[in-house]
């Protein structure tokens, strides 16, 4: 059974940092793109930041310079550092693994960044 467990979320100051991870297990971890989304109450869930099983990364706009997604294959994790958060990151972050290859899209539970002004 695939499972995908977010953690490092919580409340922080505007200008602050968080990290967030995700723990996978029941997948070839190595093998999967795995992304970050947000998603707040109103509003469709939206890519944050994505890297590849061959590590190239891609960013939404609005994070650019102000996020590092990485991954450690060896620990089947994926790592969203944030930086200089603000206000307007404020979202339930979800991990997503997905492997186009074979149509697989697994998603973990989410977990909340709330930045205060």
């Known amino acids: 059974q695939v499972q995908l467990v977010e953690s490092g979320g919580g409340l922080v100051q505007a200008g602050g940092s968080l990290r967030l991870s995700c723990a996978a297990s029941?997948?070839?971890?190595?093998?999967?793109?795995m992304n970050w989304y947000r998603q707040t109450p109103g509003k469709q869930r939206e890519l944050v930041a994505a890297?590849?099983?061959?590590?190239?990364?891609n960013y939404a706009d609005s994070v650019k310079g102000r996020f590092t997604i990485s991954r450690d294959n060896a620990k089947r994790t994926v790592y969203l550092q944030m930086n200089s958060l603000k206000p307007e990151d404020t979202a339930v972050y979800y991990c997503?693994?997905?492997?186009?290859?074979?149509?697989?899209?697994?998603w973990g539970q989410g977990t909340q960044v709330t930045v205060s002004s």
């Open positions: 997503n693994a997905r492997r186009s290859s074979i149509g697989s899209d697994y």
């Open positions: 029941g997948l070839f971890f190595s093998l999967n793109a």
């Open positions: 890297i590849s099983s061959g590590g190239d990364t």
